[in-house]
Protein backbone atom coordinates (compact mmCIF):
# COMPACT_ATOMS: atom_id res chain seq x y z
CA UNK A 1 0.00 0.00 0.00
CA UNK A 2 2.72 2.78 0.78
CA UNK A 3 3.73 2.08 -2.94
CA UNK A 4 0.29 2.75 -4.13
CA UNK A 5 -0.04 5.82 -2.45
CA UNK A 6 3.36 6.97 -3.56
CA UNK A 7 2.16 6.12 -7.50
CA UNK A 8 -0.45 7.66 -6.76
CA UNK A 9 0.20 10.76 -4.95
CA UNK A 10 3.86 10.81 -7.04
CA UNK A 11 1.43 11.78 -10.38
CA UNK A 12 -1.04 14.33 -8.56
CA UNK A 13 1.22 17.49 -8.84
CA UNK A 14 -0.74 18.82 -12.55
CA UNK A 15 -4.27 18.31 -10.64
CA UNK A 16 -2.67 19.52 -7.35
CA UNK A 17 -1.47 23.05 -9.28
CA UNK A 18 -4.32 23.24 -11.00
CA UNK A 19 -6.13 23.46 -7.58
CA UNK A 20 -3.98 25.79 -5.92
CA UNK A 21 -4.16 27.98 -8.95
CA UNK A 22 -7.56 28.65 -8.68
CA UNK A 23 -7.43 28.76 -4.56
CA UNK A 24 -4.68 31.63 -4.47
CA UNK A 25 -6.42 33.39 -7.59
CA UNK A 26 -9.63 33.28 -5.33
CA UNK A 27 -9.67 36.21 -2.89
CA UNK A 28 -10.18 34.87 0.78
CA UNK A 29 -9.09 38.23 3.27
CA UNK A 30 -10.19 37.29 6.63
CA UNK A 31 -12.57 40.11 5.86
CA UNK A 32 -13.76 39.28 2.81
CA UNK A 33 -16.41 36.58 3.20
CA UNK A 34 -17.79 36.17 -0.33
CA UNK A 35 -14.32 34.86 -1.39
CA UNK A 36 -13.95 32.34 1.92
CA UNK A 37 -17.49 31.45 1.14
CA UNK A 38 -16.98 30.62 -2.39
CA UNK A 39 -13.96 28.37 -1.32
CA UNK A 40 -15.83 26.85 1.64
CA UNK A 41 -18.48 25.97 -0.80
CA UNK A 42 -16.44 23.91 -3.40
CA UNK A 43 -14.79 21.86 -0.59
CA UNK A 44 -18.01 21.51 0.96
CA UNK A 45 -18.80 19.72 -2.90
CA UNK A 46 -15.86 17.92 -3.53
CA UNK A 47 -15.64 16.25 0.48
CA UNK A 48 -19.33 15.31 0.03
CA UNK A 49 -17.97 13.34 -2.99
CA UNK A 50 -15.79 11.37 -1.57
CA UNK A 51 -18.31 10.35 1.21
CA UNK A 52 -17.93 13.14 3.87
CA UNK A 53 -20.98 14.53 5.53
CA UNK A 54 -21.21 18.31 5.12
CA UNK A 55 -21.80 20.79 7.96
CA UNK A 56 -21.63 24.43 6.50
CA UNK A 57 -21.37 26.99 10.34
CA UNK A 58 -22.58 29.88 8.42
CA UNK A 59 -21.63 33.18 10.06
CA UNK A 60 -23.06 36.45 9.65
CA UNK A 61 -19.96 38.96 9.39
CA UNK A 62 -16.94 36.71 8.70
CA UNK A 63 -16.24 33.80 6.14
CA UNK A 64 -18.45 30.60 7.03
CA UNK A 65 -16.48 27.58 8.42
CA UNK A 66 -16.66 24.29 7.12
CA UNK A 67 -16.56 21.05 8.87
CA UNK A 68 -16.38 17.61 7.11
CA UNK A 69 -16.96 14.13 8.45
CA UNK A 70 -16.07 10.31 7.18
CA UNK A 71 -17.22 7.36 9.10
CA UNK A 72 -14.45 5.20 9.19
CA UNK A 73 -14.03 1.52 9.39
CA UNK A 74 -11.53 1.47 12.07
CA UNK A 75 -11.70 2.55 15.69
CA UNK A 76 -10.49 6.15 16.60
CA UNK A 77 -11.01 9.41 15.17
CA UNK A 78 -7.86 11.38 13.07
CA UNK A 79 -8.86 15.85 12.98
CA UNK A 80 -7.31 17.70 10.27
CA UNK A 81 -7.43 21.45 10.61
CA UNK A 82 -6.63 23.79 7.86
CA UNK A 83 -7.81 27.77 7.38
CA UNK A 84 -9.02 29.00 3.85
CA UNK A 85 -8.58 32.91 5.11
CA UNK A 86 -5.51 35.02 4.38
CA UNK A 87 -3.85 37.98 5.36
CA UNK A 88 -5.04 39.50 1.89
CA UNK A 89 -7.26 42.34 1.04
CA UNK A 90 -9.58 41.96 -1.62
CA UNK A 91 -7.94 42.63 -5.01
CA UNK A 92 -4.57 41.29 -4.44
CA UNK A 93 -5.39 38.16 -6.31
CA UNK A 94 -5.61 39.87 -9.22
CA UNK A 95 -2.95 42.27 -8.48
CA UNK A 96 -0.66 39.41 -7.88
CA UNK A 97 -2.00 35.94 -9.39
CA UNK A 98 -0.81 32.95 -9.28
CA UNK A 99 2.42 32.43 -10.81
CA UNK A 100 5.63 29.13 -11.04
CA UNK A 101 9.24 30.68 -11.01
CA UNK A 102 11.38 27.70 -11.40
CA UNK A 103 10.68 25.40 -8.74
CA UNK A 104 8.52 27.97 -6.82
CA UNK A 105 4.63 28.86 -6.80
CA UNK A 106 4.04 32.37 -5.87
CA UNK A 107 0.90 34.35 -5.17
CA UNK A 108 -1.26 35.68 -1.91
CA UNK A 109 -1.54 32.83 0.52
CA UNK A 110 0.29 29.90 -2.32
CA UNK A 111 2.19 28.58 0.99
CA UNK A 112 -0.23 30.15 4.14
CA UNK A 113 -2.04 27.96 3.45
CA UNK A 114 -3.62 27.42 0.41
CA UNK A 115 -1.19 25.22 -0.24
CA UNK A 116 -1.75 22.57 2.65
CA UNK A 117 -5.35 22.40 2.19
CA UNK A 118 -4.98 21.12 -1.35
CA UNK A 119 -2.39 18.64 0.53
CA UNK A 120 -4.97 17.47 2.89
CA UNK A 121 -7.53 17.19 0.54
CA UNK A 122 -5.73 14.74 -2.26
CA UNK A 123 -4.04 12.86 0.84
CA UNK A 124 -7.20 11.40 1.76
CA UNK A 125 -9.02 11.07 -1.96
CA UNK A 126 -5.56 8.59 -2.69
CA UNK A 127 -6.80 6.73 1.01
CA UNK A 128 -10.07 6.80 0.12
CA UNK A 129 -9.72 6.10 -3.42
CA UNK A 130 -7.40 3.02 -2.87
CA UNK A 131 -9.97 1.76 -0.16
CA UNK A 132 -8.26 1.77 2.29
CA UNK A 133 -9.58 0.84 5.74
CA UNK A 134 -9.63 4.11 7.97
CA UNK A 135 -10.66 5.22 11.34
CA UNK A 136 -13.06 8.39 11.49
CA UNK A 137 -11.85 11.32 9.76
CA UNK A 138 -13.05 15.12 10.66
CA UNK A 139 -11.72 18.00 8.42
CA UNK A 140 -12.38 21.46 9.35
CA UNK A 141 -11.61 24.01 7.33
CA UNK A 142 -12.29 27.85 9.08
CA UNK A 143 -12.11 31.07 7.70
CA UNK A 144 -10.63 33.34 10.51
CA UNK A 145 -7.61 32.01 11.84
CA UNK A 146 -5.58 34.97 10.92
CA UNK A 147 -8.04 36.85 12.66
CA UNK A 148 -8.06 35.12 15.77
CA UNK A 149 -10.37 32.35 15.41
CA UNK A 150 -13.32 33.73 17.67
CA UNK A 151 -15.71 32.08 15.32
CA UNK A 152 -14.67 28.82 15.14
CA UNK A 153 -12.43 27.91 18.12
CA UNK A 154 -15.62 26.01 19.66
CA UNK A 155 -16.14 24.19 16.82
CA UNK A 156 -12.10 22.88 17.17
CA UNK A 157 -12.87 22.30 20.76
CA UNK A 158 -15.40 20.04 20.47
CA UNK A 159 -13.74 18.11 17.81
CA UNK A 160 -10.56 17.97 19.40
CA UNK A 161 -12.71 17.20 22.54
CA UNK A 162 -12.86 13.01 20.73
CA UNK A 163 -9.36 13.36 18.84
CA UNK A 164 -7.30 10.92 19.11
CA UNK A 165 -4.45 12.84 16.72
CA UNK A 166 -4.39 15.97 15.25
CA UNK A 167 -2.68 17.15 11.96
CA UNK A 168 -2.55 20.97 11.03
CA UNK A 169 -1.67 22.06 7.23
CA UNK A 170 0.03 25.02 8.26
CA UNK A 171 3.34 25.61 5.67
CA UNK A 172 6.16 23.89 6.04
CA UNK A 173 9.43 25.30 7.58
CA UNK A 174 11.89 26.57 4.86
CA UNK A 175 14.22 23.39 5.77
CA UNK A 176 11.49 21.05 5.72
CA UNK A 177 10.66 20.61 9.08
CA UNK A 178 7.36 20.38 10.88
CA UNK A 179 6.38 22.19 14.00
CA UNK A 180 6.15 20.08 17.13
CA UNK A 181 6.07 23.05 19.88
CA UNK A 182 4.26 26.42 19.35
CA UNK A 183 4.39 28.88 22.23
CA UNK A 184 1.01 30.06 24.21
CA UNK A 185 -0.39 33.61 23.86
CA UNK A 186 -2.01 36.43 26.07
CA UNK A 187 -3.48 38.84 24.33
CA UNK A 188 -4.23 42.25 26.38
CA UNK A 189 -5.63 45.61 25.86
CA UNK A 190 -4.41 47.78 28.30
CA UNK A 191 -6.09 51.16 29.44
CA UNK A 192 -5.19 53.96 31.84
CA UNK A 193 -7.35 56.59 32.44
CA UNK A 194 -6.26 60.15 33.88
CA UNK A 195 -7.41 63.66 34.39
CA UNK A 196 -6.95 66.14 31.34
CA UNK A 197 -5.80 69.87 32.45
CA UNK A 198 -4.23 72.43 30.06
CA UNK A 199 -0.33 71.04 30.12
CA UNK A 200 0.59 75.16 30.49
CA UNK A 201 -1.66 77.24 32.46
CA UNK A 202 -2.80 74.46 34.67
CA UNK A 203 -0.43 71.19 34.90
CA UNK A 204 -0.72 70.49 38.48
CA UNK A 205 -4.45 69.79 37.67
CA UNK A 206 -4.03 66.85 35.33
CA UNK A 207 -3.02 63.49 35.93
CA UNK A 208 -0.98 61.92 33.03
CA UNK A 209 -2.85 58.59 31.76
CA UNK A 210 0.11 58.94 29.02
CA UNK A 211 2.85 58.86 31.84
CA UNK A 212 1.43 56.16 33.33
CA UNK A 213 1.21 54.10 30.41
CA UNK A 214 4.88 54.76 30.02
CA UNK A 215 5.42 53.44 33.58
CA UNK A 216 3.56 50.42 32.59
CA UNK A 217 5.14 49.47 29.01
CA UNK A 218 8.32 49.61 30.86
CA UNK A 219 7.49 47.23 33.86
CA UNK A 220 5.56 45.15 31.27
CA UNK A 221 8.60 44.46 29.09
CA UNK A 222 10.59 43.82 32.13
CA UNK A 223 8.61 40.91 32.48
CA UNK A 224 10.40 39.27 29.31
CA UNK A 225 12.64 35.74 30.37
CA UNK A 226 14.22 34.79 27.30
CA UNK A 227 15.91 32.16 28.95
CA UNK A 228 12.38 30.79 29.52
CA UNK A 229 11.36 31.79 26.44
CA UNK A 230 8.71 34.23 27.57
CA UNK A 231 8.49 37.45 25.65
CA UNK A 232 6.21 40.42 26.54
CA UNK A 233 5.69 43.19 23.74
CA UNK A 234 3.87 45.94 23.91
CA UNK A 235 3.35 46.38 19.62
CA UNK A 236 0.41 49.23 19.73
CA UNK A 237 -0.40 52.65 21.76
CA UNK A 238 -2.58 55.83 21.25
CA UNK A 239 -3.54 58.56 23.64
CA UNK A 240 -4.12 61.46 24.16
CA UNK A 241 -5.45 64.74 21.73
CA UNK A 242 -3.57 67.33 21.42
CA UNK A 243 0.31 67.68 22.80
CA UNK A 244 -1.06 71.23 25.06
CA UNK A 245 -3.61 69.21 26.97
CA UNK A 246 -2.24 66.56 29.93
CA UNK A 247 -4.06 63.49 28.53
CA UNK A 248 -7.10 61.77 30.13
CA UNK A 249 -6.48 58.62 28.29
CA UNK A 250 -4.61 56.28 27.04
CA UNK A 251 -4.39 52.64 25.43
CA UNK A 252 -1.83 49.61 24.57
CA UNK A 253 -2.32 46.52 23.23
CA UNK A 254 -0.04 43.99 24.45
CA UNK A 255 1.40 40.32 23.14
CA UNK A 256 2.19 37.69 26.11
CA UNK A 257 4.21 34.45 24.43
CA UNK A 258 4.81 31.79 26.71
CA UNK A 259 6.01 27.67 26.53
CA UNK A 260 4.15 26.22 29.36
CA UNK A 261 0.79 26.84 30.70
CA UNK A 262 2.12 27.28 34.58
CA UNK A 263 4.33 29.78 33.36
CA UNK A 264 1.39 31.62 30.97
CA UNK A 265 -0.90 31.67 34.36
CA UNK A 266 1.92 33.04 35.81
CA UNK A 267 2.33 35.56 33.63
CA UNK A 268 -0.85 36.67 33.33
CA UNK A 269 -0.96 37.44 37.04
CA UNK A 270 2.48 39.38 36.59
CA UNK A 271 0.15 41.45 33.99
CA UNK A 272 -2.75 42.16 35.13
CA UNK A 273 -0.67 43.30 38.57
CA UNK A 274 1.01 46.03 36.46
CA UNK A 275 -2.31 46.99 34.83
CA UNK A 276 -3.79 47.44 38.59
CA UNK A 277 -1.02 49.09 40.19
CA UNK A 278 -0.51 52.72 39.08
CA UNK A 279 2.77 55.23 40.24
CA UNK A 280 0.76 58.44 38.34
CA UNK A 281 -1.45 59.54 41.01
CA UNK A 282 -4.81 60.16 39.59
CA UNK A 283 -4.52 57.58 37.39
CA UNK A 284 -6.06 53.98 37.09
CA UNK A 285 -5.52 51.21 34.80
CA UNK A 286 -8.02 48.47 33.65
CA UNK A 287 -7.03 45.61 31.19
CA UNK A 288 -9.55 43.30 28.95
CA UNK A 289 -8.56 40.20 27.36
CA UNK A 290 -6.11 37.27 28.58
CA UNK A 291 -4.85 33.86 27.47
CA UNK A 292 -5.77 33.08 23.90
CA UNK A 293 -3.82 29.32 23.71
CA UNK A 294 -2.05 27.22 25.67
CA UNK A 295 1.35 25.95 24.12
CA UNK A 296 1.38 23.53 21.40
CA UNK A 297 3.79 21.02 23.79
CA UNK A 298 5.42 18.26 23.09
CA UNK A 299 4.96 15.16 24.98
CA UNK A 300 5.35 11.69 25.00
CA UNK A 301 2.48 10.78 22.68
CA UNK A 302 3.48 13.56 19.93
CA UNK A 303 6.98 12.50 20.16
CA UNK A 304 5.60 9.22 19.56
CA UNK A 305 3.22 10.57 16.47
CA UNK A 306 6.53 12.99 15.05
CA UNK A 307 8.81 9.55 15.07
CA UNK A 308 5.56 7.90 13.13
CA UNK A 309 6.46 9.76 10.35
CA UNK A 310 9.71 9.61 10.52
CA UNK A 311 9.99 5.84 9.82
CA UNK A 312 6.84 6.08 7.48
CA UNK A 313 10.18 8.85 5.56
CA UNK A 314 12.41 6.15 5.77
CA UNK A 315 10.05 3.39 4.34
CA UNK A 316 8.61 6.01 1.37
CA UNK A 317 12.10 6.78 0.48
CA UNK A 318 11.09 10.45 1.73
CA UNK A 319 13.46 12.79 2.83
CA UNK A 320 12.96 13.03 7.11
CA UNK A 321 11.20 16.13 8.41
CA UNK A 322 13.14 17.47 11.07
CA UNK A 323 11.12 19.46 13.81
CA UNK A 324 11.25 22.50 14.91
CA UNK A 325 9.67 24.93 17.87
CA UNK A 326 8.44 28.22 16.85
CA UNK A 327 7.05 31.40 18.83
CA UNK A 328 4.22 31.67 16.36
CA UNK A 329 0.96 30.12 17.40
CA UNK A 330 -1.72 28.44 15.29
CA UNK A 331 -5.19 26.69 16.07
CA UNK A 332 -3.21 23.13 16.66
CA UNK A 333 -2.16 25.09 19.98
CA UNK A 334 -6.82 24.75 20.90
CA UNK A 335 -6.05 20.97 20.27
CA UNK A 336 -2.85 20.26 21.59
CA UNK A 337 -4.20 21.81 24.96
CA UNK A 338 -6.60 19.28 25.33
CA UNK A 339 -4.27 16.77 25.71
CA UNK A 340 -4.02 15.72 21.75
CA UNK A 341 -1.13 14.30 20.01
CA UNK A 342 -0.71 17.50 17.44
CA UNK A 343 1.99 17.47 14.55
CA UNK A 344 2.21 21.12 12.66
CA UNK A 345 3.47 22.36 9.55
CA UNK A 346 2.66 19.52 7.44
CA UNK A 347 1.94 21.61 4.18
CA UNK A 348 4.03 22.43 1.74
CA UNK A 349 7.72 23.84 2.19
CA UNK A 350 7.49 27.24 1.58
CA UNK A 351 8.38 30.86 3.27
CA UNK A 352 7.67 34.37 3.41
CA UNK A 353 4.12 33.90 4.91
CA UNK A 354 2.16 37.08 4.53
CA UNK A 355 4.61 38.82 2.77
CA UNK A 356 4.51 39.76 -1.28
CA UNK A 357 7.14 36.96 -1.89
CA UNK A 358 5.49 34.22 -0.07
CA UNK A 359 6.26 31.00 -2.03
CA UNK A 360 5.93 26.93 -2.04
CA UNK A 361 8.59 24.67 -3.53
CA UNK A 362 6.08 22.68 -5.94
CA UNK A 363 8.02 19.71 -5.90
CA UNK A 364 6.67 19.05 -2.06
CA UNK A 365 3.38 19.45 -3.04
CA UNK A 366 2.99 15.80 -3.72
CA UNK A 367 5.92 14.96 -1.48
CA UNK A 368 4.19 15.85 1.87
CA UNK A 369 0.79 14.39 0.88
CA UNK A 370 2.55 11.22 0.10
CA UNK A 371 4.49 11.65 3.39
CA UNK A 372 1.06 12.33 4.94
CA UNK A 373 -0.72 9.57 3.61
CA UNK A 374 1.48 6.87 4.48
CA UNK A 375 1.63 7.94 7.96
CA UNK A 376 -2.34 8.09 8.10
CA UNK A 377 -2.33 4.59 6.67
CA UNK A 378 0.45 3.43 9.39
CA UNK A 379 -1.79 4.56 12.04
CA UNK A 380 -4.80 3.19 10.53
CA UNK A 381 -2.96 -0.60 10.11
CA UNK A 382 -2.24 -0.34 14.50
CA UNK A 383 -6.16 0.18 15.18
Given at each position: ????????????????????EFLVNTDSGSYYKNG??????????????????????????????????????????????????????AGTAAERPFTIKGDRAYGPGVSDMKGGIVILYHTLASLINLEVELPNLTVI????????????????????????????????????????????????????????SHSGADPE????AIEELAHKILALHNLTDLAKGITVNVGVISGGERSNIIADQAVAKVDLRFETKIDGKVMDEKIRSVANSCQVVGTSGTIRGGLNRMPLAKTKASEQLYAKFCQTAARMNLSKPGEK???????????????????????????????????????????????????????????
Open positions: MYQKLKSCLGNKQAEMLEELIDKLVDYYADKYSELGFQIEVDEQDEYGNNLIAKYKGEKEGNFLFLGHLDTVFALNGDEEIGTHSSRAIIEREGAVADYCFVLEPGRSDGSVVTQRKGVGDYELTVEGVAKGSSKTGGASDGNYVSGLGVPTIDALGPVGGNSHSLKEYAEVATLTERATLLAGTLYSLAEEN
